[in-house]
């Protein structure tokens, strides 16, 4: 799931609280990241988000370092996964990095809400989101 790249389809509206984004703008302006292809799709992720403060996000939104559930409504197949900084990434224990294609996507998704996505070799994924736990 970590190579799959988002298909070119309509976005669905996503939603950051501004503390997320500070520290997200934060880490995409590293000269290490600037210039990744990784770091560019997750600063368009951010350009077109609705920002709202922090303690105004809806529980049901993907955050960062929130666990999300999702299913690939073509497979069946459901993954589970924290969303975390790149530092704190180790997919064996299930914390993706918000830098992974996977990651920026689902960034600030809500409970419902579906993206498309084609893997390597042309596979169709359609993941929806059907649970967010906020950090604790």
Do not use: K, Y
């Amino acid at each position: 799931m970590e190579d799959a790249m988002p298909s070119q389809t309509t976005l669905p509206p996503i939603t950051l609280g501004n503390v997320d984004l500070a520290r997200l703008e934060q880490m995409l302006e590293s000269p290490a990241l600037r210039g990744l292809p990784a770091a560019q799709s997750l600063g368009a992720e951010l350009e077109r988000a609705r920002v709202l403060p922090a303690e105004q996000v809806p529980g049901d939104v993907v955050t960062m370092n929130a666990t999300v559930t999702c299913v690939d409504e073509v497979s069946g197949e459901t993954h589970q996964f924290t969303l975390v900084f790149p530092q704190d990434a180790d997919v064996a224990t299930g914390r993706v990095s918000v830098l992974a294609p996977v990651g920026s996507a689902l960034l600030g998704l809500s409970v419902g809400q579906a993206i498309d996505w084609q893997a390597p070799g042309g596979r169709a994924l359609r993941l929806r989101v059907t649970s967010v736990v906020a950090a604790a």
